[in-house]
C-alpha cells in the first residue's frame, strides 16, 4: 500500500479513536461508581439506543471481514454463516429477550441462579460465559492483526503483534473507565459509521455493474475458476459426508449461538423494561438483516471485481476482501478515489473490532467479578468492590485474548466466530431454556448442563482438524486429530442438553415449585424485575 493509504487510513482511524476516548471520559466523569450503572449503564437506554448498540455489537468483524471473505473464496457456501447469524435473531426474540430482562440483573448466571443453588451455578455459568467470551475476542484479534497488515503493507509477525497488543490496550481502557454506557455510545457510534460504509460499498458494486445483480453472480463465477460450481452448494461443504457434516454443525452452531451470547445477553439489562428490551431487538434485527443482505453484495463482488486469487494472495484466509474492494471500486491503488475509499473502510473495520471487543470485554469481566469472584468469596461483596475487581478482570482477560488471537493470526475470522458461537449453543444455551421452561431443573442439572456442553465442545475443537493434522492447522508440524469435523456443534450441542436432562433426573434435590412459580411470573409479567 502507499503512503497515502497508511496516512489516511490511520488518521481516519485515530479520529475514531480520540471520538471514543472522548466519550469514555466524558462518562467516566459522570459515574458514581454502582454496580448497575458500571454492569448495565444504568438502565436508561430506548429500546432504539440500544437496538443500534445490539447491532453495532453483533456486526463484528466476522461479519464484515471473514464473511465477506468466505462468500468471495467459496459462493453459495459462504452465504450459510448470513442465514445463520441472521435466522439466530427469531429464537432471541421469541424465547431470550424479554424473559431474560425480567429474570436477571446483569449476566447469564443471575437467570439461572433465581432458583438454584447459587454458588455452583454461577462458578460454571461464569466460567462458560469467559470461556466464550474469550473465544469470540480471539477472533476479533484476528481481524485486527490481518487489517493492520494490510493497512501498512507489512505482513510481518511483530507488525500484527503490536496491531492486536494496541486494540487490547484500548478495550481496556473503554472498559474499565467507563463501564456500559462508554461501550453501548461507542457502539452505537460504530454501528452508524458500518452500515453507511457498507452501504456506499454496496451502491458503488451495484453501479459497476449497472444494477444488474445477475450479471454480478455470473462475473463472480466466471472470475472464481469454478464457473456454475461457485453459486451452488457444495464448494466447500460438499466434498465428502465430512464436510457435510461440517456444514450442519456450524449451522447449528450460528442459529442456536447467539442466544447463548454474554455480551447480547446482558445488552437486555441496560433497558429499562422487558417490553423495551423487545423493542430493541426488533430495531437490531431490521438493522443487522440489512447489513447482511449488503454482505451478500459485497462477498460477490469482492469475487468479481478483485478475483478470488487476488483476495487469496492478499490474506489466505479471506479476511482482507473488503478493503481490496473498496480500493478497486474507488478507483485502483494509484488513485485518489481509491486512496480514500480504502482509508474510510479500513478505519471503518477498525472501528468494529474496537466497539466488539469493548462489549465482549465487559460482559466477560462482569461474569468474572459478579458470578465468580463473589460466588468464591464466602463474605458478601460489596458493589464497589465488585466493579473494582471487574475493571482488573479486564485486564487479564485483554492479556488472554490478545495471546491467543496472535496464535491464531491465520485462521478467518468468521470461522473463529463460529466456533464461538458452538460453545455458546453447547453451554450456555441448555441451562438458560431448561431454567426458564423446566419446572423439575435442579442444581445438578444445571451445573451439568454447562459442564456437558463445555467440556466436550472444547475437547473436540482440539481434537478437531483446527489444531492439528492439516497446513492450515493452529499446529501444522503435529497430528493429534481424532474428530473429523472442524465446528462441534453437531455432537457437543445435544450433549450439553442430555447432560442438563441427566443431571436432573439422577438428582436427589426436590425442586423448588415455589421458586420455579416465582421466576414463571417475574420473567412473563416482569413483577418484580430489576
Avoid at 226 to 253: C, E
Avoid at 334 to 359: E, K, P
Amino acid at each position: 500500500m502507499t503512503g497515502h493509504h497508511q496516512t489516511l487510513a490511520l488518521l481516519l482511524f485515530s479520529a475514531f479513536v480520540a471520538v471514543t476516548l472522548a466519550i469514555t471520559t466524558w462518562v467516566s466523569r459522570n459515574r458514581h461508581g454502582s454496580a448497575e450503572e458500571f454492569y448495565a449503564g444504568g438502565r436508561l437506554f430506548s429500546p432504539l439506543e440500544n437496538g443500534f448498540a445490539i447491532a453495532g455489537d453483533y456486526m463484528s468483524a466476522a461479519s464484515f471481514l471473514g464473511v465477506t471473505g468466505l462468500i468471495s473464496l467459496f459462493g453459495y457456501d459462504g452465504l450459510l454463516y448470513v442465514v445463520g447469524f441472521l435466522v439466530a435473531w427469531l429464537l432471541v426474540l421469541f424465547l431470550v429477550a424479554e424473559l431474560v430482562r425480567n429474570c436477571g440483573r446483569f449476566t447469564l448466571a443471575d437467570v439461572v441462579a433465581a432458583r438454584m443453588s447459587e454458588r455452583p451455578v454461577r462458578i460454571a455459568a461464569g466460567t462458560s460465559s469467559v470461556t466464550v467470551s474469550v473465544l469470540y475476542l480471539v477472533a476479533q484479534m484476528v481481524g485486527a492483526g490481518s487489517l493492520v497488515a494490510l493497512l501498512l503493507g507489512r505482513t510481518s509477525e511483530a507488525a500484527q503483534a503490536w496491531t492486536v497488543i494496541g486494540v487490547g490496550a484500548l478495550m481496556v481502557i473503554y472498559v474499565s473507565m467507563g463501564g456500559m454506557r462508554a461501550t453501548t455510545w461507542i457502539q452505537i457510534v460504530k454501528a452508524v459509521l458500518l452500515l453507511g460504509g457498507t452501504i456506499a460499498l454496496t451502491v458503488l458494486v451495484l453501479l459497476r455493474f449497472h444494477g444488474d445483480f445477475d450479471r454480478l453472480l455470473l462475473t463472480a463465477a466466471e472470475r472464481s475458476g469454478h464457473g456454475d460450481a461457485f453459486l451452488a452448494p457444495g464448494l466447500k461443504y460438499g466434498g465428502s459426508w465430512t464436510a457435510r457434516f461440517d456444514f450442519i454443525s456450524l449451522g447449528l452452531a450460528l442459529v442456536l449461538g447467539t442466544a447463548g451470547l454474554p455480551h447480547i445477553l446482558s445488552r437486555f439489562y441496560t433497558v429499562p423494561t422487558a417490553r423495551a428490551a423487545r423493542r430493541s431487538v426488533l430495531w437490531s434485527i431490521g438493522l443487522i438483516g440489512g447489513f447482511y443482505l449488503m454482505t451478500i453484495i459485497l462477498g460477490f463482488g469482492a469475487a468479481a471485481i478483485v478475483g478470488p486469487e487476488a483476495v487469496r494472495g492478499s490474506n489466505a484466509a479471506g479476511n482482507t476482501a473488503v478493503p481490496l474492494l473498496a480500493l478497486d471500486l474507488g478507483g485502483g491503488a494509484d488513485s485518489t478515489g481509491g486512496t480514500v475509499l480504502f482509508a474510510i473502510v479500513a478505519a471503518v473495520a477498525f472501528a468494529t473490532i474496537l466497539a466488539v471487543v469493548a462489549g465482549i470485554t465487559l460482559a466477560s469481566s462482569a461474569s468474572v467479578a459478579h458470578d465468580l469472584y463473589a460466588s468464591l468469596r464466602r463474605r458478601r461483596t460489596e458493589p464497589r468492590s465488585e466493579v473494582a475487581v471487574a475493571r482488573v478482570a479486564s485486564v487479564g482477560i485483554g492479556v488472554v485474548a490478545i495471546g491467543l488471537g496472535l496464535l491464531a493470526r491465520d485462521l478467518n475470522v468468521a470461522f473463529l466466530v463460529g466456533l464461538a458461537f458452538a460453545v455458546a449453543a453447547s453451554a450456555n444455551l441448555p441451562v438458560l431454556m431448561y431454567s426458564l421452561f423446566w419446572r423439575g431443573f435442579t442444581t445438578r442439572g444445571a451445573v451439568w448442563a454447562v459442564y456437558g456442553g463445555l467440556v466436550p465442545a472444547l475437547g473436540l475443537v482440539v481434537l478437531s482438524p483446527v489444531v492439528s493434522g492439516s497446513p492450515e492447522s493452529l499446529f501444522p508440524g503435529v497430528d493429534f486429530q481424532y474428530f473429523p469435523l472442524q465446528n462441534p456443534g453437531l455432537v457437543s450441542i445435544p450433549l450439553g442438553f442430555l447432560a442438563g436432562w441427566l443431571g436432573t433426573v439422577t438428582s436427589a434435590e426436590v425442586p423448588d415449585e415455589a421458586k420455579h412459580a416465582e421466576t414463571e411470573v417475574r420473567s412473563l409479567t416482569g413483577a418484580g424485575a430489576a
